[in-house]
Nanobody, 119 residues
C-alpha cells in the first residue's frame, strides 16, 4: 500500500521559513516525478515545485527564488524549503508522485499539510 505523509506545516509570520517533508512508503520516490501542489480556499490546486528522476527541478513563477525542492533517496523523502514566505503562500500543501511513461504507471497524493502565513 502506497502512502505519502506530509509534515512540517504550521503558522508562520510573513518573511519566515518552513520546511515541508513528504515521506513515502510502498513506493520509491526516485523512480518517478515528485511534485508539491498547493490549494488555497476557493482556488484550484496548483503545482508549486517538482523534481524529476534525474534530480532536475522546476518551480512555479510565484515561488522561484524562494522555494527549493529536494530529495533524500536514502530516506525516500522529498522536502520543500520555503523562505521569505508571504500571506499569499497560505494554502494546503500536497505531495504528489507520478510516473506516466514507464510501466507500471502510477499517480498518488498525500493528504496535505496546512501552511498559514500571517501578515
Amino acid at each position: 500500500q502506497v502512502q505519502l505523509v506530509e509534515s512540517g506545516g504550521g503558522l508562520v509570520q510573513a518573511g519566515g521559513s518552513l520546511r515541508l517533508s513528504c515521506a513515502a512508503s510502498g513506493i520509491v520516490f526516485s523512480l518517478g516525478v515528485v511534485d508539491w501542489y498547493r490549494q488555497a480556499p476557493g482556488k484550484q490546486r496548483d503545482m508549486v515545485a517538482a523534481i524529476n528522476v534525474g534530480g532536475g527541478t522546476s518551480y512555479a513563477d510565484s515561488v522561484k527564488g524562494r522555494f527549493t525542492i529536494s530529495r533524500n533517496n536514502a530516506k525516500n523523502t522529498v522536502y520543500l524549503q520555503m523562505n521569505s514566505l508571504k500571506p499569499e503562500d497560505t494554502a494546503v500543501y500536497y505531495c504528489h508522485t507520478r510516473r506516466t511513461t514507464t510501466i507500471p504507471t502510477y499517480n498518488y497524493w498525500g493528504r496535505g499539510t496546512q501552511v498559514t502565513v500571517s501578515s
